[in-house]
């Protein structure tokens, strides 16, 4: 459909020591034009270096160009003779080299080595994790590293974990007023337990960071328990799962129970005895935050159910459920203004919706006054020709009522739930809230669907 938007548009190693922790040169990617250009003028200074060298400024600029990219992700991949470097910036893959491998630039071993593996992957497989720490631009950079092999090669994917861009104030997530205003009443209460949901790489750390932070206080025990620990949060008891050591979800839980907690962040709810612990905990005095994997925030209810949580304990320990995405926002410099959609195109865009929903939704796309946006096709040198630059959150925030309340005791579906969150609840939908960043300019209704398309 045109009018959205076309034209008309698992054990980390701890941090290496020593050499891993040295700053990296400032200067040396704003020399070229591209990584390939570095990559190719290494090369030709091969006879004036060890390969070891070559290789380690070569890790660093790739590092550096992440870093000026605002990558998430760096994806350093074998491809039969080439190598192929790939950054993912705001939630997309870009190339970003690919040349022919030379064994004069050994860029994986390098990198093998940084975070702790031997140089060389191993014969058979082996799950390899590690971690390593860079200091660019004055500001520590913590490094994850996954090793896998393919039929190819072996394929690295580096997690770049960097505090300076992180947003760890609730104002900084995207939220509403409204939303930033029940999301600090909902961390204060006193007990029970709230859910964060949503795809991998869709912000629940960060948004769980942000409202551990919030309440932060000498006068609180907070204690986390995740796998792995992406950020240090001073004043905060953090706890790495290891399950070959016996540290398990279920274990852990169990020995933070001991120690005194008033607010516990559990990193992920994935069986039934690590979620009757925690709703359980929720009913005795203990204030919980978790993730779970559901579509939306409804269906955290009918996942429980799956694993066997009974209705009552839900319904009573419950404060909420909130599930989340992250849209890319349109390049402040290119982006054009769109026509509004036609009612004809609302109509059919609808028509397989719940009728209650339907129409706020309808209403909220037709209502006057709204700054369309559409990404420029070519996007510009700020942009990276995307059309696109940075990403915000759209947020579905559910809070359990006496409607949903008898919902859940009656084991009703995620869509009857739904509904009464939506009637009783007030509740915005993912669709609703990306709708209404889209209204306001800050991203484009194309990229709302495209995030959103599976619960329309």
Known sequence: MAFWGQKDDKNP???????????????????????????????????KSPAIDLAIKMSDMILEYAIKERASDIHIEGQGQNLRVRFRIDGILHDVLNVQKNPQLPLTQRIRVLAGFDPEPPSSYRNEEGRFQKIINNRA???????????????????????GQLGLDIEQLGMDADTISLIKKIIRNPYGIFFVTGATGSGKTTTLYA?????NAPSINIITLEDPVEYRLEGINQSQINVKSGFTWSEGLRTILRQDPDV?????????????????????????????HTINAPS??????????????????????MSQRLVRKVCPKCSKKAAAPSEASVNEFIKNMDPFEGKIVKDLLLQPNADYRVANE??????????????????????????IRKEVLNHSPTDV??????????????????????RAGHTTLAEVIRVTATMV
């Open 13 to 47: 190693q701890q941090p290496q020591q020593s050499q891993n922790q040295q700053p990296i040169s400032q200067n040396n990617i704003s020399k070229y034009n591209s990584l390939e250009e570095a990559y190719n003028e290494l090369l030709n200074s091969k006879l």
């Open 264 to 292: 516990i962040m559990i990193g992920e709810i994935r069986d039934y005895e690590t979620a009757e612990i925690s709703l359980r905990a929720a009913l005795t005095g203990h204030l919980l935050f978790t993730t779970i």
């Open 211 to 215: 409202m551990l932070k919030n309440i």
């Open 378 to 403: 070519g996007g510009c040198p700020e942009c990276r020709g995307t059309g696109y630059m940075g990403r915000t959150g759209i947020f579905e925030l559910m809070l359990m009522n006496e409607d």
């Open 300 to 321: 955290t209810i009918e996942r429980l159910f799956e694993m066997g949580i009974p209705p009552f304990l839900m319904a009573s320990s419950m404060i909420g459920a």
């Open 417 to 438: 739930i739904k509904k009464a969150a939506i009637q009783s609840g007030k509740m915005r939908t993912l669709l609703m809230d990306g709708i209404h960043k889209a």
């Open 141 to 163: 950079i913590q490094v994850r590293v996954s090793s896998f092999p393919t039929i190819n090669g072996e394929k690295l994917v580096l997690r770049v974990l960097d505090k």
